[in-house]
């Protein structure tokens, strides 16, 4: 109780800080889909349902890649998802649009799919098991992060989704990972979004082996990384979560 105004100041400039970016809209086949806008839907009553799961009241990020935050955002392990989903061809495309992003936030993009139980994805938080397989990333090419073309393509990031799994409902797990202070331990920046599929056509497989949490650690050298060593250990940087499932078409 010292210095009460010196503390509002530091959380005032936290909350600032933690303005990074969220994701009010998705589109398939040029449909835009309403995604969870942070600005305002959570004072919207009764709260509306979405398509992107709904988060806390901030667009801050993670940065404990073993707490229950790490699936799906900031609130995982509270807010219950909604029964709605945004239905897509398997092979086709989910254009994931965020508000902003800002240029120095160095780092790949990442995407997983989980497959919903049977019941359907609304009770499914993902955050048990190992429900989830990696569907595609982007690192750096040519001197450039995913992170800052993101930030200069307009925000907007496509990811494919893949022609050859099983049809059903599913969560997609679209993640952007900053490292500009991942140099430390624990300073890595994570920005999961999880949003509710139900993916159509398609073919068998049915892939899984990967837990949020659980495959991220702290150590990793994916996410304990120094992205300011240059051009040539920025193209040696291994991203965490491993490869691409393999057989994904
Ligand atoms: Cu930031």
């Known amino acids: 109780m010292l210095f009460p105004s010196l503390a509002f100041l530091v959380a005032t400039a936290v909350s600032q800080v933690a303005a990074h970016g969220y994701v009010p809209i998705i589109r398939i086949n040029g449909q835009s889909i309403p995604g969870w806008d942070v600005s305002k839907d959570p004072y919207t009553t009764p709260q509306p ?25 900031i609130g995982n392990s509270k807010l219950p998802p909604g029964p709605i989903s945004a239905t897509v061809a398997a092979g086709g495309t989910v254009q994931v649009q965020w508000n902003t992003w800002p ?13 919903c139980p049977s019941s359907g994805c609304s009770s499914f938080k993902g955050d048990s098991g190992s429900p989830w397989f990696k569907i595609q990333q982007d690192v750096y090419v040519n001197g450039v992060w ?62 899984s082996g990967l837990s949020f949490p659980g495959t991220y650690k702290a150590t990793d050298p994916g996410i304990h990384f120094n992205p300011y060593q240059g051009d040539a250990a920025n193209k040696a940087y291994v991203p965490p979560g491993g490869p691409v499932y393999p057989g994904l078409t």
């Not at 240029?103 to 497959?115: D, E, R, S, T």
């Open 146 to 207: 995913a992170s800052d073309t993101l930030a200069k393509s307009g925000f907007a990031y496509n990811v494919k989704i893949p022609s050859n799994i099983a049809p059903g409902n599913y969560l997609l797990r679209h993640e952007n990972l900053a490292l500009h202070g991942a140099s430390n331990i624990g300073g890595a920046q994570f920005y999961p979004v999880c949003i509710q599929l139900t993916v159509t056509g398609g073919g068998s497989l049915n892939p």
């Open 103 to 115: 240029v120095g936030h160095y780092g790949p993009i990442l995407n997983y799919m989980a497959k």
């Open 49 to 73: 349902l979405r398509v992107v799961r709904a988060t806390k009241n901030d667009s801050g990020y993670v940065a404990d890649p073993s707490s229950a935050d790490i699936t799906c955002s």
